[in-house]
């Protein structure tokens, strides 16, 4: 079953239903298994959630300020509308106050019904423009039940270990599979996932995704030429030169922050609310530079990159970074003399510290090709001095860290995120004890009990 | 890109303490201080600087001295002498007390510092000064004149303290409490020309750390890019109150060796092992210093010029901790060539060299400096005596980027249950993660054929007892607080 995501933004009506929506969700959310009001573990669907509200502070200079949004990000198994509907129908009370916060929740100035509150929810969901998922197809369902038996497996091993290892390993195998059967219910029914074999294919060819896309950058070349002959190739190749040579000359332009401050009026509230658990949550909010061309790479950025999530990785490593469950960027268009924005969520293990860190050492041609398009809230520019989007960069050769560094300039790229940063109201995660790897790895136990391929390599996961 | 060299003359104008931890001085006491008059401290400090402040030395001219005094401020002790502490790194102007530091550092429960000695927001540091002596004569002379020098001078020791002495475990071959060679893994530094440390990797290619990892204002570990030197915005790097500095992290930990060695006797003989092999994996190294291999059930002969084993190895023959376990001590503080979250690549029984590299170059921006000290009396035998007394180690580690260096090992590595894709199981021998979440049964996996072995449900060995994040300034710049 695939996940999806949903990023449901409403603009909330004014001060007062700012203050009161503040006032309703912070308790919540600091409860949040307690609380007497929602209970997100009932909804069988939904690993990861978070309900924000986003000021536009502070505002820039001669632009309209926009109005405060509401964010409601969910990541869910199965279809939207079906999950939306069974929130309003164990919610009710809780989606019907909250929204009712909002801009065109009211149905011609009367409460809405439950469906209406549904479909002006659909209405408003605005997706993703990019999604990556750490582990595509592991329903909530699937990563609890491998979760139990890995429990059971190792509550067996520690209690018979001296016994255990006396044995071959085939017969440990034999031993444990046995005691499994006895002890998990429909552990002979459920069977492991099978990978489809396009992605298996894919996930082969992954570390190898630069000469994927050179091959069909030729192939494009080589169907125009076939097309158009010379003159086509000519015109592509012109028009390459002119959007590169257009984009340096707006990256020359471009002012990064000189300073290395952390003064984001927030900074206080995502220290109270970060590091609770083994888990963290990122909410980012940031302005795409003006004009029609900056919009025009970041969205081509985007598609680029969630077509790699969703294609190449699949296996628990967005790039290097093996610590995000869920992740996702939206393009949020401003209305008449607001600035279009970029919302970022991720859901992910470990400190921040440890997660800006992984972005920087692993990932960073492709966190640069994202945010050099975007400038900071506070002041015009911010983001580190880029070239060509960051995307002309390999460690191993000296030369292009002759270029400025984009995300790569460790501490001014740190500052840029942390002044992006919004705390959330309520966040709320299905499954705070595992990591990314643990997922991973508790479905590799699950195949290989299933499966007689490298056995010393399985017992080692246990 | 930076250019800043690191010269001579820089080094004199950073403190000694930076490029040695003072081996030849086993004398040493700590005075944590707080500032009364603040314009007498200034003069202080003015006369510390011209006469006994112990700076960089390039041609080992340290050998000749007797002694050597070095001096750190926290946050709060550079605002009381009329340094604005706005540009300072966030953790530091917090301070290691804070709320948001000690979430970071799982400094809760018994650790928090509302139980701590020193170093709480209601008993706060300013100034720590560190006397060191080649002999007892010379060290009781120095204590005398440094004491009478700063009561005269606005300055007094925090209320109920005395000073702290350490205790020269240096004569017990460098063996911290518990009983194992200490000291044995510091980095290599770029531009220091009397490496007294050397440094993690291999034979064939020894790692070197960037200057800028170590003190203010010279390349780090990102592409030379210089970590944010502290001090007026408008002034060249050179010119700025930090440069030459460098942020120091003190916590007096202290050691229960009673406990760890009973428990560590009584888990042996439930589990019919050999309690130096089970206390080896648990700390990574055997006794004498040397890493655990794979296979290895007795320590292996070494000499103590003998590196390799001690400290110039990586794991590529160890990629699935059946010698170090993944979670042991040593593995956890310093990974070293193991896959940082990397994919990780293994042809004839080894990881690559390219695995190598990439996870070494991510592992090195994460370093620390180790300059501390142990306190209290050596047990040579913690099983059979009636043991008396406090006794633990003052850990010092000196670091550009506090949050970047000392928080992410404490916090990604040392206190994380999920390191190297492991579940539920933090540093056995100084993680603190039960202490912050009440009802967290300890466990530790060790590695091995054909299956793991697991010790479960264990107590914590090591408790803090006081803390602080301090800056320790380039000489210049102590000429700038004593005006």
Redesign the interface.
Known sequence: MEQKPITIVADVLDEKSLTELTRYLTPIGKDIKNNKIIRFATLKTLHYCCFIVIEDNPPPPGISRAAPVLVFEANIDGKVNEFLAEIVRQYPEFMHKVYSHCEGYLKEGKKPSNEELQAFLLANDRGANAFYIGHPGQTLEIIGYQNTLRSTLEAYIDANRPKLVKLAPDEIKKAILEHLAKTVPGFAQNKPVKTPALIKFAQMLSPYVNWVILFLALAVFVLVFMIAGEIGVFFILGLIAVFTGYLLFREIMDKQDERLQWDSIYLKDLQDVENRQAQNHLSSIIYVKPGKFRLLTLTAVLFFINLVAKVFATEGNLSGIVTIHFARWIILPGKANERTRLLFFSNYDGSWENYLGEFIDHASIGLTAVWSNTESNARPGGFPDTRLLGVVFDENKKWTSLFPAGARDEQRFKAFARNSQRPELIWYSAYPDLAVKNIGNNMKIHEGLFSDADLSGWLKRL | ?ANTAFTDDQMRDTQGLVFSGYGAFPYCSYYLLQIKDPNKARSWIKRLVDEKITPGEPDKALRKQTGALNIALTAAGLSELGVNTG?FE?AFQEGMQSR?RA??LGDQGKNASTAWLWGSDDKPVHILLMLFSVDEKTHSKSQKEEETAFKQGGVVLIKDLERFDTTNLNEEKGREHFGFADGVSNPLVEGFSSPTETGSGNEQAPRVIPTGEFILGYP?G????V??VPGE?TLKDEEKFGFNGTYLVLRQLEQDVQTFWTFIRNEAKKQKIDQDYLAAKIVGRWKNGAVVKPDETKPPQITDADMALRNQFDFRDDY?GKGCPFGSHIRRTNPRGQGL???QKVENGQLTQASVETSL??AN??RILRRGRSYGAFIENPLKENISGERGLFFICLNANI??QF??IQ??WVN???FN?L??EDDPLIGTYASANPGFKRSFTL?ED?????V?DFQEFVKLRGGGYFFLPGIKALRMIGG
């Open positions: 890109m540009s966030q948001s979430t970071i780090n990102y592409d030379g890019k970590t944010k915005e699935d979250g990397i994919e170059k991510v921006r994460h949050e970047r928080e992410f916090h990604t994380s249950l999920k894709g579940y539920d590695p054909p299956l793991r072995r697991k479960c």
